[in-house]
């Protein structure tokens, strides 16, 4: 079977970001999550724009981007031993959350589309 | 100057989602899991009946449920009424200097009771029947919120999702809740009054004793 993992991991393609891995519980007031940080280098590339969204009370920005990693992606998860939110990506100082994911895992990699959670 | 009761969202969130949990008879259970929550997590993790009680709007999101499992579901909010619109002020006297100023006013709270699961019907009714309790009612008496009777039966219909249908079923209870605010005020402890004709001007200094 063909790893593509060393295309996504070439220098040439390859940026450094973030994975935010959330596990947590519910508890009084709701759920109570903590994160844990993964270092990644794979290729990252644009979704879609970054589009300004004007609202009375201020400019409000949306946009997507996509993530490739070989280190498995999470979208939110409730395993009685792992239960947490959708990974969040840190990518140029932006936070991006999983709202898709690919699994090309036998393939050797996974693909995330993530929308950009910073409102601002 | 005496404590303002204003419950906040948050305080609603808790009342209601603890008297759910003691409705259901997760008391014990509630407690073993405070208690292993707060030490030291050395031994698995207990029966979480938070799970199973949930507040609706997590800001971050939260992992979602099974359908073979029991979840309810609440949600506080604020509703418009005809009694909302009254507050009621009183001075109190403090001192010569200040007054407090004591604001009081109702506010009518909804709670959405949302329920899921093979016994969402059923705990419908309990935790209805429950509410109307007055051991249940005390509870709620002394953080001011007082049910309104104005009953309506739940709804119950299924969801479709990803190809199964969920059972589903939904009431409200609304509860007036009695805010009570303090402020403090200045008096009023000396006054000048000028008299003023076209041909003259009088000035008297009013002090208070």
Redesign the interface.
Same mark, same amino acid.
């Given at each position: 079977m063909i790893d593509v993992a060393d295309i996504i991991n070439d220098p040439d393609y390859a940026k450094d970001y973030t994975i935010l891995r959330?596990n947590g519980? *519910?508890? &009084?007031?709701? *759920?109570t &999550?903590t994160i844990t940080e993964i270092p990644d280098y794979s290729a990252v590339l644009p979704t879609n724009t970054k589009d300004l969204e004007q609202v009375p009370e201020a400019d409000r920005i949306s946009g997507s981007m996509t993530f490739y990693s070989s280190i498995p992606l999470f979208v939110?998860?409730?395993n009685d031993t792992d239960?947490?939110?959708?990974d969040k990506l840190r990518f140029k100082n932006e936070l991006y959350?999983i709202v898709k994911l690919l699994d090309y895992s036998d393939f050797g990699l996974y693909k995330a589309i993530a929308t950009r959670i910073s409102g601002n | 100057m005496p404590e303002n009761f204003l419950l906040t969202d948050n305080d609603l969130n808790k009342i209601f989602q603890n008297l759910v949990i003691s409705i259901l008879g997760f008391d014990e259970q509630a407690a073993t899991w405070k208690a292993w929550k707060n030490g030291d997590r050395q031994e698995a993790q207990p029966f979480n009946p938070y799970y199973f009680v949930r507040l609706s709007w997590p800001e971050v999101g939260a992992p979602a449920w099974k359908i073979s499992e029991d979840v309810c579901f609440l949600k506080c909010t604020e509703s418009d009424d005809e009694i909302n619109k009254q507050r009621d002020k009183t001075r109190l006297n403090v001192d010569d200097i200040t007054s407090s100023e004591k604001v009081d006013y109702t506010r009518v709270i909804t709670v959405n009771f949302l329920l899921y699961g093979p016994n969402s019907y059923k705990n419908s009714q309990l935790i209805k029947n429950e509410l109307f309790k007055l051991s249940n009612r005390y509870i709620l008496t002394q953080n001011q919120l007082f049910m309104v009777p104005d009953d309506k039966a739940p709804v119950r219909i299924k969801e479709l999702f990803q190809g199964q249908w969920w059972h589903r079923t939904e009431f409200n209870i609304t509860y007036n809740n009695h805010v009570t605010i303090y402020d403090e005020v200045n008096n009023i402890t000396s006054a000048k009054i000028v008299v003023k004709s076209e041909t003259s001007e009088t000035t008297v200094n009013v002090v208070q004793n």
């Open positions: 959330s519980f *519910f508890d &009084e007031g709701g *759920f &999550e939110t998860r409730n239960r947490g939110n959708s959350k | -």
